[in-house]
């Protein structure tokens, strides 16, 4: 099998707004991933028109997201960020992966079937190839390690089987160009980090989500330290203290969920946090919880507020890392060409 070289590459959509869900479930991952890795970090623009977006609204999320990425610690000098339709490839690549990928696997895919809903006939083609266009976003690079969360891993299997049918089909012309016996490389999910699924505040069972009506439900990154807090207080749980040891949160999902939180923002296993809090009432708990999210994310409100007072400073980041992106899936895409048979301009 063809060694590739170890490269990184995630995405969030530009749909606004980042939730504490975002940042404990991917972010900390991407900021680990930036310190040991060369990592790519996209604003998935494309992936954010296959439901309806207000365009009056749309570049002002792609900026918001961008602003959050920066804020959080991810460092255009060392990670390439950018958007993601400023790269062509990515919508080149996902038009061959159409012509691979076969119908009946898109079929299988969990999370068209929950966004389309019950109006099936009614949701846009580009939401039921969204994988396809994924799986470019991947490969583009060649990018070995993707970092999502649990609700991509399937998506990111179709990815695999999208690099291993075109490396097939093609075996004999992807050897004849030069490229040996695989071009793409097989992208492995990393899901890691202690609190990957962060719930609703306001129920436990539920992911923390942006399309949650009530506010309460989320810490959004944009909150200021008294919304924290806020939410925090109000946060849902159940009348009995917290146990000493992870077992005891069984059937507890509220108090599970706010003592994943505390564990990710303080870099501690749940065990460690029941260690010092077993046996202590919610109204112990959360003030202190509370406090250290005020601490953590509070910075973060403030960084990106300052980051999107200039948009022009933003736009001259994302036409940076677009470049150097570029830089690196133009010759993909032109191998793709040639393996294919396309001819193109030379
Ligand atoms: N589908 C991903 C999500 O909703 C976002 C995404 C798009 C992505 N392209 C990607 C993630 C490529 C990883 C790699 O979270």
């Known amino acids: 099998m063809t060694d590739f070289p170890e490269r990184v590459f995630s995405g969030m959509q530009a749909t606004g707004n980042l939730h504490l869900g975002n940042y404990l479930g991917a972010m900390l991952n ?18 954010a028109i296959t439901v309806w977006q207000d365009p009056q609204a749309l570049a ?4 918001e997201v961008t ?10 000098e ?54 396809n266009l994924m799986a470019a976003d991947i490969l583009a690079y060649r990018a070995t390690h993707v970092p999502v969360g649990e609700d991509q891993k399937q998506h990111l299997e ?26 793409f490389p097989l992208p492995k999910p990393m899901i890691t980090g202690p609190a990957t699924r962060v719930m609703s505040l306001r129920d436990g069972t539920r992911k923390m989500s942006k399309s949650e009506p009530s506010e309460y439900s989320r810490i959004d990154m944009t909150d200021d330290a008294d919304t924290i807090a806020q939410k925090f207080r109000k946060a849902r749980t159940d009348p009995e203290p917290l146990p000493s040891e992870p077992d005891g949160l069984k059937d507890r999902p509220e108090a599970e969920n706010l003592v994943g939180i ?27 919880l509370s406090d250290l999210a005020v601490a ?15 948009p022009a400073h933003i736009d001259g980041i994302l036409a940076d890392g677009a470049a150097r992106a570029e ?20």
């Open 327 to 346: 830089a690196i899936a133009k010759p993909v895409m032109d191998a793709v060409k040639d393996i294919v048979g396309l001819l193109r301009t030379r």
């Open 60 to 63: 002002g999320n792609i900026r």
């Open 67 to 76: 602003a959050a990425y920066i804020a959080c610690g991810l460092d255009p």
């Open 262 to 288: 505390y564990a990710a923002l303080a870099g501690m296993t749940k065990a460690d946090v029941l260690k010092e809090y077993g046996g202590a009432q919610f109204s112990a708990f959360k003030p202190a």
């Open 78 to 131: 060392k990670s390439i960020i950018f958007n993601q339709s400023q790269v062509s490839a990515h919508a080149e690549l996902a038009w061959v992966f159409n012509c691979v990928a076969r119908l009946g696997w898109l079929n299988r895919m969990t999370q068209f079937k929950e966004k389309a809903g019950k109006d099936r006939e009614n949701a846009s083609i580009g939401l039921f190839v969204y994988p």
């Open 30 to 47: 991407w900021l680990r991933m930036q310190e040991t890795h060369d990592c790519i970090y996209c604003v998935v623009d494309l992936h």
């Open 158 to 183: 179709l990815s695999r089987d999208i690099a291993q049918k075109f490396n097939n089909d093609f075996a004999a012309s992807i050897a004849a160009h030069g490229h040996g016996e695989a071009f």
């Open 296 to 310: 953590r994310l509070a910075p973060i409100s403030t960084e990106m507020t300052r980051l999107k007072s200039d």
